[in-house]
């Protein structure tokens, strides 16, 4: 069952992405000027999904990460037009064997591991021919909830135990061999539609990389990938779960089940699905998912909008998985990272920068590092960000400008050495945007880095701070290095939410100056820098290590 927009999820999960539930919400358009124009009709609401996550064990950081990339969209699709609406969607997956085999264990009932029941699913599908009654046998991974073909099984040996069993290949979970009669959706049917709509440009499922990887399986002579799907399990072997209508001796399949989540998260088709029937939130601007459930985001869940009829999602980002200093994550490894600890004690907003700019490469894994963590801590987000706000907010630089304005005024003579800096910041926001379009977010977070390096670099050159600078070279380095750290804290609101609005304020920016529209050098308005006595990103004490006795 879904819970959209945050509810029920963990609190770690909500701290990350605090404040999304705001997005639905146009902001106040008070200042605007009054017209007489007919409204115009509003922008279609940007929607985000993320992946329903299993509750049947603690959220980690694959979670965190397919949240944060749907929040960081989000928020930006809201800064570029405030004006608009934004739906982020999230939830938890509390339906299937998974969750039933948990509560067993527990010694509890399904409902009280979960606390839920769900809607009665409408197959409308079976009213268009899409499903019929079948045999089947095959292996089945209960942790994936997925039947796996014959080429896609391979025997393994446990390395502790030697025991021998079959496991997926995609992903190393065990598998178990199952005959059942089921119901079928008639997947083979929309082989060559849902080809042409990953082959089309753009590409809708990125990175391109994981799409030419798909159609290249999905093509190959052998491939069972487009067979058609059970969607049923016998109730005598799952009885926790949505039974089939007018057959209880059936249960859906909960990947179906979880899949038209996402239509009923959007209004479809019971009360209040007004603003789907007009379109305004339907369909996805951008699904988020691991790259380990691209099968049931590009294949299952296209098919079944095709069968009723309804437009597929505009962008599928898949996004790798995380190591952990190099070594795939395993609790018998002791690996396994825990990104909560680390958010208590670098913060939620370093934690979200963290890990969108070593994850936000979606075309590949990404390593969890505590001592990169630290560095990045230290050398880009106190060493970068937060020396450059020291040194263009300290008072006694800010008295040697002639006049206050000059800290917010584009200086007219301008010098050789201000030429990269101020080409970096001019196309700042475009190279920004063309990065997240494009879905290379670490790329955009980069661009930022590297006009605040740029920008440092320049303040040292100029050195404003002697008492032999020239007046020009005072204007020159406030100004710029102001304006860099204006233009990062706008742009990077999306990411460190918080923090953004903590520099934006020390720097004296307006409230009502920080969207996209005013992302241009020079264009900032009237401020007056006021730092207080907090640092932006303070020392952080790193806890003694734990030495064994």
């Given at each position: 069952m879904l819970r959209a927009l945050s509810a029920r999820l963990p609190p770690e999960l909500v701290a990350l992405t605090r404040s999304h539930l705001a997005f639905s919400r146009p902001l106040s358009t008070s200042a605007a000027p009054a017209s007489t124009a007919p409204a115009a009709q509003p922008a279609k609401t940007f929607?985000?999904?993320?992946?329903?996550?299993?509750?049947?064990?603690?959220?980690?950081?694959?979670?965190?990460?397919?949240?944060?990339?749907?929040?960081?969209?989000?928020?930006?699709?809201?800064?570029?037009?405030?004006?608009r609406g934004a739906i982020m969607c999230t939830g938890t997956d509390e339906h299937g064997l998974k969750i039933q085999r948990v509560a067993e264990a527990k010694g509890i009932s399904p409902k009280e591991l979960c606390d839920s029941v769900s809607e009665r699913f409408r197959r409308e599908l079976e009213t268009r021919g899409h499903i019929y009654k079948s045999s089947y046998a095959g292996w089945y991974a209960v942790s994936d909830e997925a039947y796996y073909p014959e080429s896609q099984v391979a025997e393994v040996i446990d390395e502790k135990s030697?025991?021998?069993?079959?496991?997926?290949?995609?992903?190393?979970?065990?598998?178990?061999?199952?005959?059942?009669?089921?119901?079928?959706?008639?997947?083979?049917?929309?082989?060559?539609?849902?080809?042409?709509?990953?082959?089309?440009?753009?590409?809708?499922?990125?990175?391109?990389?994981?799409?030419?990887?798909?159609?290249?399986?999905?093509?190959?002579?052998?491939?069972?990938?487009?067979?058609?799907?059970?969607?049923?399990?016998?109730?005598?072997?799952?009885?926790?779960?949505?039974?089939?209508?007018?057959?209880?001796?059936?249960?859906?399949?909960?990947?179906?089940?979880?899949?038209?989540?996402?239509?009923?998260?959007?209004?479809?088709?019971?009360?209040?699905?007004?603003?789907?029937?007009?379109?305004?939130?339907?369909?996805p601007d951008l699904q988020v998912v691991g790259k380990d459930i691209i099968r049931f985001h590009a294949l299952y869940l296209p098919a079944v909008l095709l069968a009723l009829d309804l437009p597929l999602p505009k962008h599928l980002l898949t996004h790798g998985h995380w190591t952990m200093d190099k070594?795939?994550?395993?609790?018998?490894?002791?690996?396994?990272?825990?990104?909560?600890?680390?958010?208590?004690?670098?913060?939620?907003?370093?934690?979200?920068?963290?890990?969108?700019?070593?994850?936000?490469?979606?075309?590949?894994?990404?390593?969890?590092s505590a001592t990169e963590i630290e560095r990045f801590y230290r050398k880009d987000l106190a060493g970068q960000m937060g020396n450059l706000l020291n040194r263009v907010t300290t008072k006694k630089l800010l008295k040697k400008l002639e006049t206050p304005e000059l800290l917010w005024t584009l200086p007219t003579q301008l010098e050789k050495e201000d030429e990269t800096l101020i080409k970096l910041l001019e196309l700042l926001p475009t190279t920004f945007d063309r990065h997240l379009a494009s879905f290379e977010v670490h790329r955009a977070i980069a661009a930022v880095f590297d006009a605040l390096a740029e920008s440092n670099?320049?303040?040292?050159?100029?050195?404003?701070?002697?008492?032999?600078?020239?007046?020009?070279?005072?204007?020159?380095?406030?100004?710029?290095g102001s304006e860099t750290l204006r233009l990062a804290g706008t742009l990077l609101q999306p990411f460190m939410p918080g923090k953004s609005a903590q520099l934006l304020d020390m720097l004296g920016v307006d409230p009502a100056r920080r969207t996209w529209r005013d992302c241009e050098v020079g264009k900032g308005g009237e401020r007056v820098p006021r730092p207080g006595k907090a640092h932006l990103w303070p020392a952080v004490a790193m806890p003694e290590p734990v030495v064994a006795p």
């Open positions: 929607y985000a999904t993320t992946p329903i996550f299993y509750v049947n064990a603690d959220p980690h950081i694959g979670h965190l990460h397919s949240t944060l990339l749907a929040d960081v969209y989000s928020r930006h699709a809201r800064l570029k037009d405030p004006r030697g025991e021998k069993y079959m496991a997926s290949t995609e992903t190393g979970t065990r598998v178990e061999w199952m005959e059942e009669e089921n119901y079928k959706f008639r997947l083979s049917a929309f082989r060559e539609p849902l080809l042409e709509w990953l082959t089309s440009k753009p590409h809708p499922v990125q990175p391109p990389s994981r799409t030419d990887a798909l159609v290249s399986s999905l093509t190959h002579p052998s491939s069972t990938d487009l067979n058609d799907l059970s969607i049923s399990r016998p109730s005598a072997r799952l009885s926790w779960g949505i039974p089939v209508p007018d057959d209880p001796q059936h249960t859906i399949y909960v990947w179906i089940d979880a899949l038209v989540n996402y239509l009923t998260a959007a209004g479809y088709p019971w009360k209040g699905g007004e603003a789907f029937e007009r379109g305004q939130v339907w369909p070594f795939k994550m395993s609790k018998s490894r002791g690996n396994v990272a825990n990104p909560f600890e680390a958010m208590k004690l670098w913060g939620v907003d370093a934690m979200r920068m963290y890990l969108m700019r070593i994850g936000g490469n979606s075309a590949s894994d990404a390593d969890y670099r320049h303040v040292q050159l100029l050195s404003p701070w002697l008492a032999s600078a020239s007046p020009s070279s005072v204007h020159r380095a406030l100004f710029f």
